[in-house]
């Protein structure tokens, strides 16, 4: 977005959001052509969640690293792509939920069955690994940007991405073994 604020910003980050969204619609469409329209909007809201979450935090461990070439840089753009970063987790949460609602029937049928052993210890790994310590990660980087510690908030960024990774990779399995974006 550079110089451009206000209402222009505004307008394009709506098309860029917009443009984001409908790809992924037409991607979720042409990968699972068996889900119902409303299963499809379901799986292409967690598949953006997913996509936020893996972008932000990696937008924000590179953002970290240009404190350590330009330290003069104003430390707000590293907080609020934190906070971005930890809505966008808290965002893949629920529609992680969501998502096993509404196709808790096919989860459940799946082999293995997703609520089973080794399905719950994939989802347990997506969630543990993949959100729930990157939010833990995301609190102490706030802490550390609190006192205006833009090194160790750079190095919990980047241990954050590691995870974050990690957990898209079991995502994008449990996706391909369940035909359902979680």
């Known amino acids: 977005s550079g110089p451009v604020k206000g209402a222009r910003w505004a307008m394009g980050a709506a098309a860029g959001l917009l443009g984001s969204a409908l790809a992924t619609g037409w991607v979720v469409r042409e990968g699972l052509p068996e889900l119902s329209l409303a299963a499809q909007l379901v799986a292409t809201i967690s598949s953006l969640a997913t996509g936020a979450v893996a972008g932000s935090v990696g937008l ?20 609020r792509l934190n906070r971005v970063t930890v809505a ?47 939010l833990v990660f995301a609190a102490m980087a706030a802490s550390s940007l609190r006192f205006h510690n833009t090194r160790s908030a750079t190095g919990i960024l980047y241990a954050s991405t590691v995870l974050v990774l990690i957990g898209t ?9 369940y035909r359902v974006p979680l």
């Open 169 to 177: 990779a079991v995502s994008v399995f449990l996706q391909d073994s």
């Open 60 to 79: 924000a461990m590179v953002l970290g690293h240009w404190y350590l070439t330009v330290p003069k840089l104003e430390i707000r753009y590293l907080v």
């Open 88 to 134: 966008a987790m808290l965002a893949s949460l629920a529609t992680l939920a969501g998502a096993c609602l509404v196709f808790s029937e096919s989860l459940r049928n799946g082999q293995p069955p997703l609520f089973g052993p080794w399905g719950l210890f994939y989802l347990g790994t997506r969630l543990a690994v993949g959100l729930a310590l990157p």
